[in-house]
């Protein structure tokens, strides 16, 4: 399934055009209850006023080593209960699903929920979780500091997590593959056609390929401002697409504002 309206993109980013569904839905939507700006219902509000047949919400899940951005164990419990009634409120003029994203690191139970989004916000490395999509200044530091300022071996760490991130989580869907791409855009801290960089992709794409999870076209970065394409970038993008491998298109909106942001 995909959510798309991303023949536009695909043509506008890519060159070519995905055969994709027109139906605009997005399935990876943040709220009050983690680093979103919006209510859950204002959400709903805004995906019914757009026309959407669907929202999934995916909360970030508990990880105890940082709670800043993600949900706290009680509101983990509000937020299943929020979204179970809010499906029932509004179950004449939309379809609601309950989901959470699924961090790598986090031990939090998965049950009770539509589906999981496996995602990789983080690098353990000397005992540190290292945040991977903070700051272009803080993956700079992070490497001079833990990896004698080597960023193919950063590189090569997270991919090895991402690869891992059905076997540990179980996940349905596959975020932001290439995450730690985000503030490379234009290639200024490392080379993604550099062959350590190839190499550690495609092995962890490989390896996600045999799994049942698909892999999400994610255009959150663009929405904040960080980049111009979406999550996979174009070659690696072409390998899931040409392997048959399902996908879903996501707009990982924090705001209502950028629910389809992206998709339409």
Do not use: W
Not at 65 to 72: G, N, R, V
Not at 133 to 155: C, L, M, P, W
Not at 221 to 249: F, H, M, N, W
């Amino acid at each position: 399934p995909c959510n798309a309206r991303l023949r536009s993109i695909g043509k506008r980013i890519y060159g070519r055009i995905y055969e994709m569904s027109n139906i605009p839905s997005n399935y990876h939507t943040h709220s009050t209850f983690c680093d979103g700006k919006d209510t859950p219902e204002e959400m709903v509000l805004e995906a019914i006023r757009l026309g959407c047949p669907e929202i999934g919400f995916s909360g970030h899940s508990y990880t105890d080593f940082d709670e800043t951005y993600c949900m706290s164990i009680e509101g983990t419990k509000q937020y299943k209960k929020c979204i179970r009634e809010l499906a029932e409120k509004y179950r004449d003029r939309i379809r609601i699903l309950l989901g959470v994203e699924q961090d790598y690191f986090s031990n939090a139970p998965t049950n009770g929920y539509d589906y999981v989004i496996g995602s990789v916000h983080y690098i353990k490395k000397d005992g540190a979780y290292l945040t991977v999509d903070e700051s272009a200044e803080t993956q700079k530091r992070d490497v001079a500091n833990h990896y004698g300022g080597d960023f193919y071996t950063y590189i090569e760490d997270y991919y090895a997590l991402i690869g891992d991130i059905y076997s540990k989580t179980k996940c349905n869907i596959v975020g932001h593959f290439d995450l730690v791409t985000k503030f490379n855009e234009d290639g200024s801290l490392f080379d993604t056609n550099h062959p350590r960089y190839i190499a550690a992709s495609d092995k962890a794409l490989q390896k996600l390929l045999a799994t049942p999870a698909i892999f999400e076209i994610n255009t959150g970065a663009i929405a904040r401002g960080y980049r111009k394409t979406p999550y996979p970038e174009k070659r690696l993008l072409d390998v899931i697409l040409q392997s048959g491998k399902k996908v879903v298109c996501n707009s990982d909106c924090h705001n209502k504002d950028n629910l389809l942001c992206g998709l339409i």
